[in-house]
């Protein structure tokens, strides 16, 4: 079974600190790609970052950057100089190549104090 | 309008009304979905539409019926609903289906009473 494991429930760190936020899944697929959304308050589901597994390079997005280790299937998401507006649940998802359906975790809580 | 929309944003409907969600994407995508996300569970996929032609419905009750009239335009049309459907419904849009990035509207809030 293809899963994804968020480990954090919740975190909460004081703004414009450095935070981590772990993802680990298991697919037996070679090919796939890779998710971070965030949804916040307001409830749209926006899309924070994307890797493609078959990339080495580590996908970043300026505040936001991945530390993805294909062979111990985690892709790690960290917010760097994290701002108020970094509040949300955040969803890691894959989705393989041959496939079109996202697999979700369940999601980490996020919450920055001022 | 830009990226994908969906009305209304909140609904409260009785088990015995009809009512209907739309969503529209303006991104020239071919794939469209709906998805239910429900307090404390995973997203959960329910009807996938690539070229206005359904490839997927994930075991949902007959009770929610999609229609694509066209690939801008999808719409989930609700009759004799239970409580146990309230959740937030999301819409998403993606240019093919295969490994492709999802882009979501901003979702319908629904209460079923």
């Known amino acids: 079974a293809q899963t994804v494991t968020q480990s954090q429930p919740e975190m909460s760190v004081q703004e414009a600190e450095t935070v981590t936020l772990s993802c680990t899944y298991d697919?037996?697929?070679?090919?796939?790609?890779l998710f971070w959304y965030k949804q916040p308050p307001s409830r749209q589901m926006i899309l924070v970052i994307r890797?493609?597994?078959?990339k080495q390079q580590n996908a970043t997005e300026n505040r936001f950057s991945v530390n993805f280790q294909k062979a111990a299937k985690s892709f790690s998401l960290k917010i760097s100089d994290s701002q108020l507006g970094d509040t949300a649940m955040y969803f890691c998802?894959?989705?393989?190549?041959?496939?079109?359906?996202?697999?979700w975790g369940a999601g980490t809580k996020l919450i920055i104090k001022p | 309008e830009t990226g994908v929309t969906q009305t209304p944003r909140h609904l409260v409907m009785g088990m015995t009304n009809k009512k209907s969600l739309k969503c529209e994407q303006h991104?020239?995508?071919?794939?469209m979905y709906w998805y239910k996300q429900s307090a404390k569970k995973p997203l959960e996929l329910m009807f996938v539409y690539n070229f206005k032609e359904q490839t997927e419905n994930n075991s949902v009750p007959s009770r929610f019926s999609p229609e694509c009239p066209n690939s801008s335009h999808l719409f989930l049309h609700l009759h004799t609903l239970q409580p146990e459907d309230s959740a937030l419904y999301l819409c998403?849009?993606?240019?093919?289906?295969?490994?492709?990035?999802?882009?979501f509207g901003p979702g319908t809030r629904l209460l079923v009473l």
């Open positions: 998802a894959f989705i393989p190549d041959s496939n079109y359906q996202l697999i």
């Open positions: 697919t037996s697929e070679n090919n796939y790609y």
């Open positions: 998403a849009s993606s240019q093919g289906t295969r490994g492709e990035t999802q882009y």
């Open positions: 991104l020239g995508h071919n794939a």
């Open positions: 890797q493609e597994a078959y």
